[in-house]
């Protein structure tokens, strides 16, 4: 693996941390993708190539779906994950924490 491959394979991580974790907070609201984007502002095609991890989230895309979601940003974080780990995030984002530590494989 060439050392270019390996951010790329990491930010590809990121990207499907970020999809299972904002999609797993929007069932768990019982919103649907339509519901979450209106809420958020944020375009309904731009929200599914974010929850099918084709495209990044970017810091206020993220500010947005958490705040709709009624989640800290940084639960989609890694500094966020590091705090769930801590304890210093609520236990409702300990499921976010399990998806982050599979799809990162820590």
């Known amino acids: 693996m060439t050392?270019?491959?390996?951010?790329?394979?990491?930010?590809r991580k990121l990207r499907v941390a970020h999809a299972i974790t904002i999609q797993m907070h929007r069932e768990a609201a019982d919103l649907t993708q339509r519901q979450l984007a209106k809420l958020a502002d944020i375009?309904?095609?731009?929200?599914?190539?974010?929850e099918q991890g084709v495209r990044p989230v970017t810091a206020p895309e993220m500010d947005s779906i958490a705040h709709v979601l009624?989640?800290?940003?940084e639960v989609l974080?890694?500094?966020?994950?590091?705090?769930i780990a801590r304890g210093e995030i609520p236990d409702r984002a300990q499921?976010?924490?399990?998806?982050?530590?599979?799809?990162?494989?820590?």
């Open 3 to 11: 050392s270019l491959e390996q951010p790329k394979d990491r930010r």
């Open 70 to 73: 009624g989640i800290e940003p």
């Open 43 to 50: 375009h309904l095609g731009v929200l599914r190539n974010i």
């Open 95 to 106: 499921r976010a924490a399990d998806v982050w530590r599979t799809a990162l494989g820590d």
């Open 77 to 83: 974080t890694i500094e966020g994950r590091q705090r």
